[in-house]
């Protein structure tokens, strides 16, 4: 959730693409550093510096996807001024009403948002973008079935834990595959976002593997005709 995202943006920098994308990339970073010091701490203060940039990071995604078919360095206002509505509402009812239950739906919101505008766009306008999106749903939703697995059944999966050789009771950890899968698949999601704009805007979008084993998101500096 951090050093792959840093990559990114540097990436997206490099090619001189739209800012927007890296932030999309510094975004999910900045999940990844507040997660990290909220589980270092249990702080309420980091737990809110975990939460919180979740929903930031999410409506700058949606911006990037719904704003995907506009002029290059466009800038529309209107649905900026929104999620800058939204973000803020949310920020200041969960300051005051301290209930996980309402971030989780926001946050849940904003991430069907994001789905339905994915699904849409590689059904109807680039169908050979599929493989790559329903990649990234499938990996978010998996990590996000082990979240609420370990939620239900946490006393039972602790107490079989003790029973199991360290080696193998530490992938029964659920809450961090939970986070491992769950920020590849927002990773991935942001290469389909910006695969969708590179290919709108006419540039010629490449997948390379870094190491073999990470993708990554290449963009030849010229337009296709």
């Not at 994915?118 to 749903?137: A, D, G, Q």
């Not at 490449?206 to 073999?212: A, E, N």
């Amino acid at each position: 959730m951090i050093l792959p995202p840093i990559c990114g943006a540097i990436l997206t920098f490099r090619d001189g693409l739209e800012f927007r994308y890296v932030c999309s990339f510094l975004g999910l970073a900045a999940v990844g550093v507040g997660s990290w010091c909220f589980h270092m701490t249990l702080l309420y203060e980091m737990q809110l510096l975990d939460e919180l940039p979740m929903i930031y990071s999410t409506c700058v995604f949606v911006y990037c996807l719904y704003e995907c078919f506009k002029q290059e360095n466009n800038i529309s206002f209107i649905p900026i001024a929104l999620l800058l509505i939204f973000s803020v509402s949310v920020t200041v009812v969960y300051l005051q009403w301290k209930e996980p239950v309402f971030h989780q739906v926001m946050y849940g919101a904003l991430v069907a948002c994001l789905v339905m505008r994915s699904i849409f766009i590689v059904t109807w306008v680039y169908p050979w973008l599929r493989p790559l999106c329903y990649t990234s749903l499938v990996v978010f939703l998996f990590g996000f079935l082990l979240w609420n697995i370990d939620n239900i059944f946490c006393d039972t999966i602790r107490a079989s834990r003790q029973t199991l050789p360290p080696g193998v009771g530490v992938v029964t950890q659920f809450h961090a595959w939970w986070h491992i899968f769950t920020g590849l698949g927002s990773y991935l999601h942001i290469l389909l976002s910006l695969q969708i704009r590179a290919t709108y805007l006419k540039y010629r979008p490449k997948v390379k593997f870094l190491c073999g084993v990470w993708p990554t998101l290449h963009i030849e500096p010229q337009k296709t005709s």
